[in-house]
T-cell receptor, first 112, second 114 residues
Framework: DVKVTQSSRYLVKRTGEKVFLECVQD?????MFWYRQDPGLGLRLIYF???????EKGDIPEGYSVSREKKERFSLILESASTNQTSMYLC???????????FGPGTRLTVL | AQSVTQLGSHVSVSEGALVLLRCNYS??????LFWYVQYPNQGLQLLLK????ATLVKGINGFEAEFKKSETSFHLTKPSAHMSDAAEYFC????????????WGAGTKLIIKP
Protein backbone atom coordinates (compact mmCIF):
# COMPACT_ATOMS: atom_id res chain seq x y z
CA ASP A 1 0.00 0.00 0.00
CA VAL A 2 1.22 3.47 -0.93
CA LYS A 3 2.51 5.44 1.99
CA VAL A 4 3.56 9.03 2.64
CA THR A 5 4.43 9.78 6.25
CA GLN A 6 5.11 13.08 7.95
CA SER A 7 7.22 13.40 11.07
CA SER A 8 4.60 15.07 13.27
CA ARG A 9 0.81 15.51 13.21
CA TYR A 10 0.89 18.51 15.53
CA LEU A 11 3.76 20.87 16.31
CA VAL A 12 3.98 23.98 18.47
CA LYS A 13 7.00 26.27 18.07
CA ARG A 14 8.01 29.73 19.18
CA THR A 15 8.70 32.72 16.95
CA GLY A 16 12.26 32.72 15.68
CA GLU A 17 12.83 28.98 16.10
CA LYS A 18 14.16 26.88 13.25
CA VAL A 19 11.60 24.25 12.32
CA PHE A 20 12.09 21.03 10.38
CA LEU A 21 9.18 19.15 8.83
CA GLU A 22 10.05 15.80 7.36
CA CYS A 23 8.28 13.70 4.79
CA VAL A 24 9.07 10.16 3.71
CA GLN A 25 7.52 8.16 0.88
CA ASP A 26 7.98 4.45 0.19
CA UNK A 27 6.82 4.38 -3.44
CA UNK A 28 10.10 5.27 -5.19
CA UNK A 29 8.47 8.42 -6.57
CA UNK A 30 10.65 10.99 -8.30
CA UNK A 31 8.50 13.99 -7.42
CA MET A 32 7.80 15.36 -3.98
CA PHE A 33 5.86 18.45 -2.95
CA TRP A 34 5.26 20.67 0.05
CA TYR A 35 1.99 22.60 0.33
CA ARG A 36 0.45 24.77 2.96
CA GLN A 37 -3.29 24.84 3.45
CA ASP A 38 -5.16 27.72 5.03
CA PRO A 39 -8.92 28.23 5.34
CA GLY A 40 -10.37 29.84 2.22
CA LEU A 41 -7.04 29.72 0.36
CA GLY A 42 -6.96 26.08 -0.68
CA LEU A 43 -3.62 24.38 -1.32
CA ARG A 44 -0.62 26.56 -2.11
CA LEU A 45 2.61 25.05 -3.36
CA ILE A 46 5.71 26.01 -1.41
CA TYR A 47 8.42 23.92 -3.10
CA PHE A 48 8.67 20.79 -5.13
CA UNK A 49 11.47 18.44 -6.11
CA UNK A 50 11.63 16.27 -9.23
CA UNK A 51 14.83 14.46 -8.35
CA UNK A 52 17.36 14.06 -5.57
CA UNK A 53 19.06 17.37 -4.78
CA UNK A 54 16.79 19.17 -7.27
CA UNK A 55 14.22 21.70 -6.14
CA GLU A 56 11.93 24.27 -7.66
CA LYS A 57 10.12 27.16 -6.03
CA GLY A 58 6.38 27.01 -5.92
CA ASP A 59 3.96 29.88 -5.44
CA ILE A 60 4.93 30.89 -1.91
CA PRO A 61 8.59 29.96 -1.18
CA GLU A 62 9.43 33.01 0.93
CA GLY A 63 10.48 32.08 4.46
CA TYR A 64 10.98 28.41 3.56
CA SER A 65 13.73 26.19 2.25
CA VAL A 66 13.85 22.50 1.39
CA SER A 67 16.28 19.63 1.30
CA ARG A 68 16.21 16.39 -0.62
CA GLU A 69 19.33 14.33 -0.01
CA LYS A 70 17.65 10.96 -0.59
CA LYS A 71 14.92 10.04 -3.03
CA GLU A 72 12.45 8.99 -0.35
CA ARG A 73 12.84 12.00 1.97
CA PHE A 74 11.90 15.65 1.46
CA SER A 75 12.34 18.14 4.27
CA LEU A 76 10.76 21.55 4.67
CA ILE A 77 12.69 24.06 6.77
CA LEU A 78 11.41 27.24 8.35
CA GLU A 79 14.62 29.15 9.03
CA SER A 80 13.03 31.51 11.55
CA ALA A 81 9.42 30.68 12.27
CA SER A 82 6.89 33.48 12.34
CA THR A 83 3.27 33.55 13.47
CA ASN A 84 2.05 33.91 9.88
CA GLN A 85 3.50 30.47 9.18
CA THR A 86 0.92 28.88 11.45
CA SER A 87 -0.81 26.52 9.07
CA MET A 88 -1.46 22.96 7.96
CA TYR A 89 1.49 21.59 5.97
CA LEU A 90 0.92 18.77 3.52
CA CYS A 91 3.53 16.66 1.80
CA UNK A 92 2.80 14.74 -1.40
CA UNK A 93 4.64 12.58 -3.92
CA UNK A 94 4.01 11.44 -7.48
CA UNK A 95 5.53 9.34 -10.24
CA UNK A 96 6.48 11.16 -13.42
CA UNK A 97 4.33 13.82 -14.99
CA UNK A 98 0.57 13.87 -15.53
CA UNK A 99 0.00 11.66 -12.51
CA UNK A 100 -1.91 11.89 -9.28
CA UNK A 101 -0.21 12.95 -6.09
CA UNK A 102 -0.29 10.88 -2.92
CA PHE A 103 -0.56 12.83 0.31
CA GLY A 104 0.67 12.42 3.84
CA PRO A 105 -1.62 13.06 6.83
CA GLY A 106 -0.42 16.63 7.31
CA THR A 107 1.35 18.54 10.08
CA ARG A 108 -0.58 21.24 11.87
CA LEU A 109 2.02 23.80 12.91
CA THR A 110 1.32 26.52 15.43
CA VAL A 111 3.87 29.29 15.88
CA LEU A 112 3.43 31.29 19.08
CA ALA B 1 -2.39 30.07 -17.70
CA GLN B 2 -4.27 27.10 -16.45
CA SER B 3 -6.90 27.52 -13.80
CA VAL B 4 -9.47 25.49 -11.93
CA THR B 5 -12.71 26.96 -10.61
CA GLN B 6 -14.88 25.22 -8.07
CA LEU B 7 -18.26 26.87 -7.79
CA GLY B 8 -19.33 27.28 -4.18
CA SER B 9 -17.02 27.19 -1.20
CA HIS B 10 -19.76 25.41 0.75
CA VAL B 11 -22.49 23.08 -0.53
CA SER B 12 -25.21 21.77 1.76
CA VAL B 13 -27.41 18.78 0.92
CA SER B 14 -29.77 16.58 2.88
CA GLU B 15 -28.87 12.99 3.63
CA GLY B 16 -30.10 10.85 0.75
CA ALA B 17 -30.15 13.74 -1.74
CA LEU B 18 -28.05 14.11 -4.88
CA VAL B 19 -24.57 15.53 -4.42
CA LEU B 20 -23.26 17.80 -7.21
CA LEU B 21 -19.92 19.56 -6.84
CA ARG B 22 -18.87 21.71 -9.76
CA CYS B 23 -15.44 22.03 -11.33
CA ASN B 24 -14.49 23.99 -14.44
CA TYR B 25 -10.99 24.17 -15.83
CA SER B 26 -9.02 26.00 -18.45
CA UNK B 27 -6.32 24.17 -20.33
CA UNK B 28 -4.80 24.56 -23.77
CA UNK B 29 -4.16 20.83 -24.13
CA UNK B 30 -6.18 17.74 -23.22
CA UNK B 31 -5.94 17.62 -19.47
CA UNK B 32 -5.81 14.97 -16.84
CA LEU B 33 -8.36 15.79 -14.13
CA PHE B 34 -8.60 14.68 -10.53
CA TRP B 35 -10.98 14.86 -7.60
CA TYR B 36 -9.64 14.53 -4.07
CA VAL B 37 -11.42 14.34 -0.71
CA GLN B 38 -10.11 15.61 2.61
CA TYR B 39 -11.68 14.58 5.90
CA PRO B 40 -11.07 16.82 8.93
CA ASN B 41 -7.44 16.95 10.05
CA GLN B 42 -6.32 14.48 7.42
CA GLY B 43 -4.41 14.56 4.15
CA LEU B 44 -6.02 14.41 0.73
CA GLN B 45 -7.19 11.14 -0.75
CA LEU B 46 -7.76 10.51 -4.46
CA LEU B 47 -11.44 9.95 -5.29
CA LEU B 48 -11.13 9.52 -9.03
CA LYS B 49 -9.20 10.67 -12.10
CA UNK B 50 -9.84 11.28 -15.78
CA UNK B 51 -7.00 10.30 -18.13
CA UNK B 52 -8.61 10.67 -21.60
CA UNK B 53 -10.21 7.22 -21.68
CA ALA B 54 -13.91 7.03 -20.75
CA THR B 55 -15.55 10.40 -20.16
CA LEU B 56 -17.59 9.04 -17.24
CA VAL B 57 -15.26 8.09 -14.44
CA LYS B 58 -16.26 6.07 -11.40
CA GLY B 59 -14.42 6.53 -8.15
CA ILE B 60 -14.48 5.35 -4.59
CA ASN B 61 -17.38 5.73 -2.14
CA GLY B 62 -20.00 5.83 -4.92
CA PHE B 63 -18.76 9.07 -6.52
CA GLU B 64 -18.44 9.63 -10.23
CA ALA B 65 -17.52 12.50 -12.52
CA GLU B 66 -18.14 13.28 -16.17
CA PHE B 67 -15.62 15.01 -18.41
CA LYS B 68 -17.35 17.43 -20.80
CA LYS B 69 -14.86 18.98 -23.17
CA SER B 70 -17.35 21.42 -24.71
CA GLU B 71 -18.16 22.81 -21.28
CA THR B 72 -14.61 22.43 -19.88
CA SER B 73 -16.21 20.83 -16.86
CA PHE B 74 -15.56 17.85 -14.62
CA HIS B 75 -18.41 17.88 -12.08
CA LEU B 76 -18.51 15.36 -9.24
CA THR B 77 -21.76 13.59 -8.38
CA LYS B 78 -23.14 11.01 -6.01
CA PRO B 79 -26.78 9.85 -6.25
CA SER B 80 -27.45 9.68 -2.53
CA ALA B 81 -25.52 11.59 0.13
CA HIS B 82 -24.43 9.91 3.33
CA MET B 83 -23.38 11.59 6.56
CA SER B 84 -19.89 10.16 6.09
CA ASP B 85 -19.50 12.20 2.86
CA ALA B 86 -19.11 15.39 4.88
CA ALA B 87 -15.63 16.60 3.92
CA GLU B 88 -13.81 19.06 1.70
CA TYR B 89 -13.46 18.21 -1.97
CA PHE B 90 -10.76 19.48 -4.31
CA CYS B 91 -10.60 19.42 -8.09
CA UNK B 92 -7.17 19.50 -9.79
CA UNK B 93 -5.81 19.49 -13.34
CA UNK B 94 -2.56 18.45 -14.96
CA UNK B 95 -1.93 19.58 -18.52
CA UNK B 96 0.97 17.53 -19.74
CA UNK B 97 3.30 14.59 -19.18
CA UNK B 98 6.22 16.93 -18.53
CA UNK B 99 4.27 18.91 -15.98
CA UNK B 100 4.79 17.57 -12.50
CA UNK B 101 2.52 20.02 -10.79
CA UNK B 102 -1.21 19.95 -10.34
CA UNK B 103 -3.29 23.13 -10.49
CA TRP B 104 -5.80 23.11 -7.65
CA GLY B 105 -9.26 24.48 -7.17
CA ALA B 106 -10.02 26.31 -3.94
CA GLY B 107 -12.07 23.44 -2.56
CA THR B 108 -15.73 22.90 -1.70
CA LYS B 109 -16.85 21.94 1.75
CA LEU B 110 -19.74 19.48 1.60
CA ILE B 111 -22.19 19.68 4.48
CA ILE B 112 -24.73 16.89 4.98
CA LYS B 113 -27.95 17.75 6.79
CA PRO B 114 -29.67 14.93 8.68
Amino acid sequence: DVKVTQSSRYLVKRTGEKVFLECVQDMDHENMFWYRQDPGLGLRLIYFSYDVKMKEKGDIPEGYSVSREKKERFSLILESASTNQTSMYLCASSFGGYNEQFFGPGTRLTVL
Amino acid sequence: AQSVTQLGSHVSVSEGALVLLRCNYSSSVPPYLFWYVQYPNQGLQLLLKYTSAATLVKGINGFEAEFKKSETSFHLTKPSAHMSDAAEYFCAVSDGPSNYQLIWGAGTKLIIKP
